[in-house]
């Protein structure tokens, strides 16, 4: 099958839909699939690569300097009288399109995919949908972000945060009407995007999982070398964070917990992997609350050694409100670690309160912190929650979500009036 996956955020970017549209192209192709990928360029030049047995057409792109780009580390802000100045514009801005539709055209012509699955809802998603609407061509889409994770990035849409989330709401709901089949990866991220009357939404969606490489996950000891690479502590007790450090993954109320934290293990070290617009803030924060030696942010790290700091932890603690399924908790999960997290967003589905995780109410700081501290101070609780870590992310295999996706594509093509191309071969590991 040929199969043209469309996204306006792609690897290397550190973001769940740019994660997944890489292991989903790189999946499908080694499944024998034909697979091209259409992205905005990094380096604002149209070209074309191909690796890992995927062709990817980079677009020419440009800036968009209110918005980082996620691949390079978010420099620190300007200091005026002691103060940090709050950053409105970034040397490292995202990479956009402004006018895809010709280029894309032109690939996609060459191509001649069977079908289009489109990650995002911006300027090459709406190329997407006229391509195919043009040329009959059978379309999936994928919602993967609530409007929380754009408004709160750009501090300048503030004032009118609350009715721009409503339209974006309807909007991102409405983006997925122009398929054939939508998936979103969460039962209840279906929920709180998509109107409750499902019948009058035209379109079957789908809860699928992002899915991971569980071969790549697993309750082992992380080596040596990790520890010393990222100046970890090999003998203190960790609790972890990874993902995008952004004012929306709430980060600060986890800062904030982890002080009351070493009131009763003050040997514990809290470890935020990552980068993005709030680490400032929130090594100010450190600061401010004496915790500053206890805080460690090793910046962004990458697949594989990312897979290894996993091993370091004793738990994993998120505080975000806005995941419609939260990529990296299933990596957690697959290496063993008991989670603490928020009842908000698709949270729950990943963190099962009382099984493998502890849920706390958005904001409450103290339930966070007593949370982090039952779970250092009770090894069984510890390796309990883990065990049921590792039956979560069983449901969460990159390999079941792939074969069901190829399922869709199928479906999808049929749903067009159009034949189903013979299958290859299929290598499920």
């Known amino acids: 099958m040929r199969i043209a996956i469309t996204s306006d955020l792609y690897y290397p970017m550190t973001n769940g839909v740019a994660v997944f549209a890489h292991n989903l192209a790189k999946g499908l192709a080694q499944q024998g699939h034909e697979v091209l990928v259409i992205c905005p360029s990094f380096n604002g030049r149209q070209h ?59 690939a996609l012509n060459k191509f001649r995919p069977d079908v289009i699955h489109n990650q995002t809802a911006e300027m090459i998603a709406f190329a997407a949908r006229r391509y195919a609407k043009k040329y009959d061509v059978p379309m999936v889409s994928t919602g993967h972000a609530y409007p929380d994770n754009i408004t709160s990035q750009l501090k300048i849409l503030k004032p009118i945060k609350k009715p721009l989330d409503a339209i974006l709401r309807t909007y991102m709901a409405s983006f997925l009407k122009h398929s054939e089949y939508a998936t979103m990866p969460t039962e209840m991220a279906i929920d709180d995007l998509v109107p409750k009357k499902r019948k009058s939404f035209n379109v079957t969606v789908e809860p699928l999982s992002n899915g991971v490489d569980l071969s790549k996950f697993g309750p082992k000891k992380a080596p040596a070398k990790i520890y010393r690479k990222y100046h970890l502590p090999k003998d203190k007790p960790i609790a972890l964070y990874v993902g995008r450090v952004d004012p929306e993954k709430s980060l600060s109320n986890v800062v904030s917990a982890f002080a009351t934290v070493l009131d009763k293990v003050p040997d514990a070290r809290l470890v935020i992997v990552g980068d993005g617009t709030d680490r400032r803030r929130l090594v100010d924060l450190a600061q401010a609350l004496g915790i500053e030696k206890e805080v460690i942010f090793p910046g962004r790290i990458m697949p594989p050694d990312v897979m290894e700091v996993y091993r370091t932890a004793q738990l994993f ?40 995780g502890i849920l706390c109410q958005p904001g ?31 449901q969460h295999d990159l390999n079941r979500t792939l074969q069901r996706f190829v399922e869709i594509y199928e479906e999808a093509i049929i749903l067009k009036g159009k034949k189903v191309p013979k299958r290859k071969w299929q290598f499920w590991r």
Request: glycine residues 6%; aromatic residues 10%.
């Open 364 to 394: 409450d700081v103290n339930k966070l912190a007593r949370a982090m501290i039952n779970l250092f101070t009770d090894e069984e609780l510890r390796k309990k929650y883990g065990e049921y870590s590792l039956e979560v992310a069983k």
């Open 317 to 356: 603690v998120t505080a975000s409100e806005t995941e419609t399924q939260g990529i990296v908790l299933i990596e957690a999960a697959a290496t063993g670690l008991p989670l603490v997290a928020v009842d908000a967003g698709a949270v729950r589905e990943l963190c099962q309160n009382r099984k493998n």
């Open 48 to 106: 074309r690569e191909k690796r890992d047995g995927v062709t990817t057409f980079y677009l020419r792109s440009i800036r968009f300097p209110f918005y980082p780009d996620q691949i390079n580390e978010v420099p620190a802000g300007k200091e005026f009288l002691g103060m940090s100045l709050p950053r409105l514009a970034y040397r490292h801005g995202l990479w956009i399109t402004v006018d895809p539709y010709p280029a894309m055209k032109k």
